[in-house]
């Protein structure tokens, strides 16, 4: 998992899955809430279940360096509905933090207030400086982040 590039870990019974907010991503996103700019950002930042079956299903089935992480099967494409039951088996509130960190992760939400409102956990440790501050892992660091200001 590489969250400087925002990806995000969500594991399923013994699968665990790689989810990005990509621009081919957003873009599968787009489509299947049928949502442009500013409206797709505020449905994103409402987090409904609805939202977060859509960003599921395109960051686990829009090709990312030339392949889904779940391709579509031989009778068809992955649906929304097939994601919602993969949602279902980890649990809605599990799912559910895991977007909020995507969430971060990809950008789309600042940290502190995703931190403040109680979406994501906080980031033990010193905040590195720099252009790149790291993204939100699903768990804190192990050792804090030494920062030289």
Do not use: C, H
Request: charged share 20%; aromatic share 4%.
């Amino acid at each position: 998992m590489n969250a400087y590039r925002g990806e995000t870990p969500f594991v399923v019974g013994d699968n665990t899955y790689t989810l990005r907010l990509t621009t081919n991503v957003l873009a599968a996103v787009e489509s299947a809430l049928d949502k442009r700019g500013p409206a797709l950002v505020s449905v994103l930042l409402i987090g409904g279940v609805e939202a977060l079956r859509a960003v599921f299903w395109a960051a686990l089935t829009t090709p990312s360096r030339g392949e889904a992480q779940i391709p579509a099967p031989a009778r068809g494409p992955v649906t929304l509905e097939a994601i919602g039951d993969l949602i279902d088996e980890v649990g809605i509130d599990k799912a559910g933090k895991v977007y909020w960190v995507l969430m971060v992760n990809g950008g789309i939400v600042e940290r502190a207030g995703a931190e403040e409102a109680g979406l994501v956990p906080p980031l033990e440790g010193p905040v590195p400086k720099g252009p790149a501050v790291p993204a939100l892992p699903l768990e804190p660091p192990s050792a804090p982040i030494e920062v030289s200001i």
